[in-house]
């Protein structure tokens, strides 16, 4: 939605803050319900609670398409969060069930590569879609590929493929509630979630307002824009090619820290620079940066909880979407009276923060990678 923001705000007749909701409405509901799908999946299996996750999103993406109001997408776009939250958390918790640790980063580096190749496509395709034929019709091209998605996890599970991780565990809201404070409780963990937080809070917050900002800057039409932030997923599968000689090559603190420092420098350049092209590498280089620091992330959290893997998983995503939906609709207020470079620069400094952060402060036992299950044992 990003390249389409200043669509809706035309069509109905608003400044771009107030379309903020279209993006944070979204990122609200799917983070807080990362709990509830996190709990359910470790209880009735999570590529069983995948499934019918998409069901459900492929019917509120429709819902979306067909909103004739302000209210009535904000609704949708709500509904549109919380039947999505399950999806990409519980496939990480998937993947951490069935592969070994030392395997696992550069396994979900590849399937980051998934992820990376539905934005390239949401970018692209949202501002091409949105100059030829109206945002409503990315709506209904994304619920089209929903249709494809779950017939092809429904073909997996008659085909034996969700064997891992089947579910079994314990429910029941005392049970959900213990399993959380529990998690709460460990300082590792609150290091994790810390981190994510900051990291959501300050990089969405900013680039949910890049192709506003070129827009208005250098006069782009909207498929201009969404082929500008394709460039952003360019520097994502750079990161997904490389990231075993990245990994090896930097370990686990400098590898956040330098991505920290590239994205930091991109914002500073977005922010001052007045010559178009210039955007396009930037752009790149950022999703690099973001890339080698949410991997390292990602993979931390596989490793809080392995008794609960959905749960901790869950409760890193929720900590993710709750900070993105906060920073994009501070930034939309700021961005409204102080223009967009004061918001590009202020997540340059915060990323120069977390850079430092990662590589002083990360616990010993993330940094090892044997993380500790004290509080798993004592519970």
């Given at each position: 939605m990003d390249a389409v923001l200043p669509q809706i705000a035309l069509e109905f007749g608003v400044n771009i803050g107030s379309v903020a909701f279209v993006a944070t409405g979204y990122a609200f509901t799917y983070g807080l319900f990362q709990l509830v799908f996190g709990r359910l999946g470790d209880r009735y299996?999570?590529?069983?609670?995948?499934?019918?996750a998409g069901v459900a999103s492929c019917l509120m993406t429709l819902a979306c398409a067909f909103s004739t109001t302000l209210t009535g997408i904000a609704l949708a776009r709500l509904l549109s969060g919380v039947a999505a939250a399950a999806i990409v958390p519980l496939a990480i918790a998937w993947i951490g069930d069935a592969v070994p640790h030392e395997e696992r980063q550069p396994l979900l580096a590849k399937f980051m590569s998934s992820q990376i190749l539905g934005l390239l496509a949401g970018q692209?395709?949202?501002?091409?879609?949105?100059?030829?034929?109206?945002?409503?019709?990315?709506?209904l091209l994304i619920a089209a590929i929903?249709?494809?998605?779950?017939?092809?996890?429904?073909?997996?599970?008659?085909?034996?493929?969700?064997s891992v991780g089947t579910g079994g565990g314990s429910g029941g809201v005392r049970a959900t509630i213990q399993t959380f404070s529990r998690l709460l409780r460990d300082p590792v963990v609150r290091f994790v979630l810390l981190a994510v937080s900051i990291e959501a809070f300050a990089m969405f917050g900013a680039f949910t307002y890049v192709g506003a900002a070129l827009r208005f800057r250098f006069g782009f039409d909207f498929a201009m824009v969404g082929a500008f932030l394709a460039s952003y997923c360019i520097g994502g599968l750079v990161y997904v090619t490389q990231s075993s000689r990245l990994f090896a090559l930097l370990g686990n603190r400098k590898l956040p820290f330098i991505g920290s420092l590239i994205v930091a420098a991109t914002y500073f350049g977005l922010a001052m620079t007045q010559i178009a092209w210039t955007a396009v590498p930037l752009i790149a280089a950022m999703g690099l940066g973001f890339y080698m620091i949410?991997?390292?992330?990602?993979?931390?959290?596989?490793?809080?909880?392995?008794?609960?893997?959905?749960?901790?998983?869950?409760?890193?995503?929720t900590f993710y979407f709750l900070s993105q939906a906060v920073g994009v609709q501070l930034a939309g207020?700021?961005?409204?009276?102080?223009?967009?470079?004061?918001?590009f620069v202020a997540a340059a400094v915060i990323f120069l923060g977390l850079g430092v952060?990662?590589?002083?402060?990360?616990?010993?036992?993330?940094?090892?990678?044997?993380?500790?299950?004290?509080?798993?044992?004592?519970?």
């Open positions: 299996g999570k590529f069983r609670v995948i499934t019918w692209v395709g949202g501002g091409v879609m949105g100059e030829y034929f109206g945002w409503r019709s990315t709506f929903y249709v494809l998605a779950v017939a092809g996890l429904v073909i997996a599970r008659l085909r034996g493929g969700a949410h991997n390292s992330l990602q993979t931390m959290a596989t490793q809080m909880a392995p008794d609960v893997r959905g749960s901790s998983v869950a409760i890193f995503a207020f700021v961005i409204d009276r102080a223009g967009a470079a004061a918001v952060l990662l590589l002083t402060r990360l616990p010993i036992s993330l940094h090892a990678g044997n993380l500790s299950r004290r509080q798993g044992v004592a519970r």
